[in-house]
C-alpha cells in the first residue's frame, strides 16, 4: 500500500503518519515527488488494511498495490478451476448449459422442462424452490416440495440441480437436494450465508449483484474459498445502469476481466442480464464469444402462464433453437459442451 | 394496470391477453389509439401483478396505475409514523439523533463514544457487534461481547441502542440488548430477514441498498410492515454512481419522496453517504433542510484508531461542533430534538 | 399518450385536463379503473407532446404510447439501411471494418497505420484531426494537417476516411477530406451540430453518448435523417456506470435492441468501451455474435509512442491477429467483411 | 505521477518504462514494496500527462498524486471568487437567486416572468432563446427575438439576463444581450464552446454534464479560464443514475466537495435535478444549507401553459412562498442575498 499526502500535508502530519505505521509493527518509506508526499508501507498486509489511515490528518487517498483477494486469484493458482456439474463439467474448456424456470411451480411443470432442456442439451437443470421477490405479494415459491420435484427431475434426466439458497437456515435442506448451491444477486454480500456454504461440500454458483463491482464480486467468492470451498462458478447477469431498455445492463467484459484475474469458470445469464426473451440467444453467443464458460438460462414449459419472469424464459421451441446456435458456438470457440 | 401492446399487434394477440385475464377472473377494457391498443384491467391487484402478461405476443408494456405498496403509503395512513427511541421519539416533528462507532471495538470505546455522543446531544447510539465486510480479512465484529457493552452503555446515558442485525439465526440474541434493530444496505432485500424482523415488538431502521430505488426501499419496509411491525424507520445512506468523489452519492431528494408517498419516518445517514467526514456537517443540515426525521452520524472517541469507518466518523470535538449545528437547525425547521 | 391521473384526483382536476386537451385541438376520452382515473389521447403527436401535461394538477404521469422517433424507426422502414464505405458496404449483411489510430500525429504514422490495418483487411481508417480531450493541456489535435495525412493514406491504400467533427465552424474543412463524419460521444445532443451534419451528402458515425438512452441515440439520429441525410451508422462505445474495472461498461445488448427497432446499421467500438487492449478481441467477437454491422477498432504503429489512448489501440501484430479472428466470425455468422 | 506495475512485472519491463520517462526529460525513481515495484516520476506535468504509459508492457495503473486542474483550483486562489451578476455580486458569501422561465416563449411571458421573480426577490433572470431538446419536433426556441424580450425584461427590472449558449456561431449575438453565458450540461464537454466563451468578458454559468464527475467539471471550468475568463459559475444540476423517482440525482455533496477544490462559486439548479416542482423548495434550502452561493430555479407566469419544463416550474404564488423561505436560510447561515 502506498499513502499519498495532501499538498499541504505538514511535516507534522507526516510524522504522524509513519508513527501510527511504525507502531503496528510496519516499515514506512517517505519519497517527495512534485509537491505531494509519499508513504510506502510494507508490512502485513490484512494488519495495515485494518489501519484507518484515512483518518490521518493530512492524508489525501490510500492507494492499494495488491488485489485484495488472494485465494480466487490468477496469481494464486494459474490452472482453470474445473468444477464437478452432475457427470458433467464446468470450466477449464468444458461449458456448460444450465437450463429451467424461474421457479418451481409444480410437478409436471418442473418434469417437462428438465426434460425438454435435456433434450436439447442443457448439461444442468435450474429452477428455484425459495424466490427472492420485490414485493411481499408476490409469489415466494414451493420450498421443500419444490425440491423434491426436481430431485425428481434429476432422477428421471440425469440433469444435475442448481437452486437458490436465500436463508441460511435453509441449508441442511437444500443440501439434500441440491446439485449446486445458487448464491443470488441480491445475497453476494450476504457474508454469513457466504460463510455457511463455504463449509459445504457442493458447488456455489455465485451471482454477481445488481450494483456490485467485479472485484466485489471476488471478494465475495474469496469469502467462500477462504471457508474451506473451493468450486465457486462466477455468474454475471447484468448490472443495475441508468438505460432502462433491458431489465438490466449485461457487463459483458466481465467475462474476460474475470478470467484473466481469476481462476474461477465464469458463466452468463442472458435472461435477466435482459429481461427479454429475444435477445437471450444474441446475448448468449455474445457471451461464448467473450470466453464464458457456460450459460444459465431461463426455460419454461409454457412462458405464458409462468408464475413469474415469464417475458424472459424460451419456450421448448425457442429453447430448442437457441440451444442448437450455442451448441455450434460453443464448437466454434473450440470448447465441449458438458 | 394497463397493458400497451405493440403498434402491429393483431386482433388475436389482443384477443388471448382479454382471454387470459377473463380466465383469471379479470375484467379487461379494451381501447385503441392513435395506431396503439390498450387494454385497460380490472380486477384483483395481486391476482393480475402475478400473471406473465409481459410475456404474451404482442405486449409491448404493462403500466401500473397504483403504487406497488400499502401498508406504508400515505394513502394508507395520512398522519406521521412515529417511533419510539428509548424515552424520545422519531418522526411526526419529533428528530432522532443517532449517534456513535462504525463497530464496537471495547468496552471502554463504546462507553466513551456514548458518553460524548450524549452530552452532545444525540438520542440514541449506534455501534456494530456484526460487521458486513467487503473482505473476509477484515474486523468481522465483537458479536455477542459488543452487545453487551452497548447494553452497558445505555445503562449509564440512558441512550437506546442502535445495532445491525445480518443474520436471522442472530435474531434472539440481538432482541435481548438493542432498542432499535437495523438493516443494513447489503441486506435491504434479504427477504426471509425483512419478514424475521417483521414479527418482533421492536423498531426497525431499515437502510437503503446501494442500488435500490426508492419504490424498492418501500417495498422492502412493505415487508417488515405487512408481517406485523409497523415501527419502521427509513435510511437514506446514499446510492452507487459512477462519481468517485464521494464514497457513495446522497440521494437528498430521497428525503422529500418519501414523506409525500409513505408515512413512515425517514433518516439521513451523511457518513456512509459520503465517507469524507467534512462532509458530515453540510450534509447533515442539508438533510434537515430537506424535511428528514433524523440522522445517524459515525462519531468515535478517536477516529485515527478505528478499525473500520475513521475516515467518516466525527471526534468528541468535530461531533459537538456539529451536533450544535444540527440543533440549531432542527429548531428552524419546527421540530424538537428528541 | 396516455395521463394517468393522482389516486386522489378531483373531477375539477380531471375536467381541467381535458379541457387543455381538447382547448389543443385533441380528442380526450376518460377511462376509469380501479381508484384511478386514465385519460387517453387523440390528436396531432407533435403538438400534444409539446403540452405540460404533467404541471397540470392532479396528474401523477403521462405514458407514451408511441416511441419518440419515427424516421429513423423499424416500422417506417423495413429493410435494412446499407451506407456506403468507400468503395464497399456497410449494414444489411455487409460488414465493416475501421480501424486506425486515435488521434493524427504525424505523416508517416497515418500512413503507416493505414497500410497495416489494410494489409490485415480493414473497410475504412480511422484518426483524429480535432481530438475532444477532458484537459485544456492535453494534445488536441492537429487540424487540417491531419486532414491532409488522412486523404493522402486514402490515396495510397484506398480505404475511406472516418474522421470526427467537433464543431459547426468546420464543417466544411471537414467535408473536403472526409468519407464519413464521426459525431463523438460527448456531442451526441450538440443538436446543432447534428443539424448540420444533416444537411450533407456524406455518411454520419453517430456515436452513444455516454450516459445516453438508447432511445435518446435514436432520438439524436432522427435530427440528423429528418435535416435530410439518411446515411447513418449509430455506434455503441461503451456507457458510463459504477464498474471502475473498465473505461466505460459496453452495453452489448444494445446492438440487438437497435437492430429490432431502426433500420440504421450499428457498429461497436471495444477501444473506447473497455479502455484495455486485451478485451478489444473478445469484445469484437461478442459484437459480431450480437448482430453488429461493423467495428471501430484504436490501431497504431506504436501504441507505446501514442499521443492518445495508447493503452487500448492495438500495434500491427496485434491488429492482424484480432482481425483474423474478425474474419472468421463474420464469416461464421453469414455476412460479408466489407 | 506515480506507476505501478504488474505483480509479475519483469527487470526488462521496468527499466523500459525508465528508458521511456528519461527519453521524455523526466526522472523516474524506482521503489519496490512487497511483490509490486512502483515508479515515482518527476518532470514537466503536462509533458508526463501525454505520456501513453498505461500502454507500456507490465504497469498495472498510472496514480496521479496532483489533481489535473490548476487554476480553478483552491490551492492556486484560496479566497473566494466573486462574480458580478448585473448591480449584485455572486460568491464569497454574496447569494445568487436566479429564476425564470425554461424557454422564452412571447414578449409577454418574458415581462410578466421577469417582474413577478424580481418582486420575489431574485437576483437574476434566466430565460432560453435556443433550447437544446432531445426531439427534433420539440419547440427549439425564438432565437433573436428571445435574446431581445430578455433585454427588454433587464431593462424594464434591472435585473441581468442568464441565457444558454449552444453553438459557438451565435456567440456575438448572445453576447449582445445577456449578462451572463450559460453553458448546459449536454455541452459541457464542447471544448470548442468552452473555449469561444474563454475569449470574452462576461461571466459564465458552467452546468455539470448528466454524467460528469466533479473532476470533469472543474476541468471544463479550467478550459474557460486558461482561455482568458475567469469568472465561472458552477452549477451542480443533477446526474443521471438509475433511480427513476426523479429526473435526475441532485449530488448535494458537490457542494461543498467544489467549495474545498475550488475558489469557483458554486448554484444548484433544483428544478432539472428534480423534475418536480414540489421539490424545488426542499432542494433549495438543502442547497443553501450544505453551502451553495446561488440557485437557478425555472419559474413561469403559467406553468400549466408553458412550451418546455412546466412541470418543473414554479407559478408566481409558488416562487414567492419559495423565494421567502430560500431569504430565510440564505440569512441563517450568514449570506446575503445579491
Redesign the interface.
Known amino acids: 500500500m ?1 499513502i ?1 499526502m495532501n ?2 500535508a505538514t511535516p507534522t502530519e507526516i510524522d504522524l503518519v509513519v508513527e ?1 505505521l511504525r507502531g503496528a509493527g510496519a516499515e514506512a ?1 517517505i ?1 517527495c ?4 508526499t ?1 508513504i ?3 508490512g502485513d ?2 494488519m495495515v ?2 489501519l ?1 489511515l ?3 490528518p493530512g492524508v489525501d487517498r490510500v ?1 492499494t ?2 488485489r ?1 483477494y488472494k485465494l480466487v486469484s490468477r ?1 494464486f493458482r494459474r490452472s482453470d478451476t474445473v468444477v464437478p456439474l452432475g457427470a458433467t463439467q464446468l470450466g477449464g474448456g468444458h461449458f456448460g448449459l444450465i437450463a429451467g424456470p424461474c421457479s418451481v411451480e409444480s410437478r409436471e411443470q418442473t418434469l417437462e422442462a428438465a426434460r425438454f432442456v435435456k433434450a436439447s442439451g442443457a448439461t444442468g437443470v435450474r429452477g428455484g424452490a ?1 424466490k ?9 415459491g414451493l420450498g421443500e416440495e419444490a425440491l423434491q420435484y426436481l430431485a425428481e427431475a434429476r432422477e428421471e434426466t440425469g440433469l444435475p440441480v442448481v437452486t437458490e439458497l ?4 435453509h441449508l441442511d435442506l437444500v443440501l439434500r437436494y441440491a446439485d449446486v448451491i445458487q448464491i443470488g444477486a ?2 453476494m ?4 450465508l457466504l ?1 455457511a456454504v463455504g463449509e459445504v461440500g457442493l458447488p456455489v454458483l455465485l451471482k454477481r ?3 456490485a ?4 464480486l471476488l ?1 465475495a467468492a ?2 467462500v474459498v ?2 474451506g470451498n473451493p468450486q465457486v462458478i462466477l455468474c454475471e447477469r447484468g ?8 431489465r438490466n ?9 474475470i478470467k ?1 484475474r481469476s481462476h474461477l469458470p465464469v458463466i452468463v445469464d442472458p435472461s435477466h ?2 429481461g427479454r ?3 437471450i440467444e ?2 448468449s ?7 464464458a464458460d457456460g450459460l444459465i438460462i431461463e426455460a419454461h414449459p409454457a ?9 424472459q ?1 424460451l419456450n421448448p421451441a425457442g429453447f430448442a433453437r437457441t440451444a442448437a446456435r450455442i451448441a455450434e ?1 460453443v464448437a ?1 470457440v473450440g470448447k465441449t459442451l458438458g
Chains 1, 2, 3, 4 share one sequence.
Open positions: 502506498m499519498i499538498e499541504g501510527r518509506h519519497y515527488s512534485e509537491t505531494v509519499t510506502a508501507i510494507e498486509r490484512e488494511a485494518g484507518p484515512e483518518a490521518l492507494v498495490l495488491l485484495p496469481e425459495f427472492p421477490r420485490t414485493s411481499p405479494y408476490a409469489f415466494q436465500m436463508d441460511p437456515r441480491r445475497n454480500q450476504n457474508f454469513h460463510a449483484g445488481l450494483s463491482t467485479i472485484e466485489e471478494m474469496e469469502y477462504r471457508a448490472i443495475r445502469t441508468f438505460e432502462t431498455a433491458t445492463t449485461l457487463d459483458i467484459a466481465a467475462v474476460p476481466i484473466a442480464a435482459s426473451v429475444e435477445l444474441p446475448l453467443l455474445a457471451a461464448i464469444a467473450a470466453g412462458p405464458e402462464t409462468a408464475l413469474c419472469d415469464g417475458a424464459s458456438m466454434w
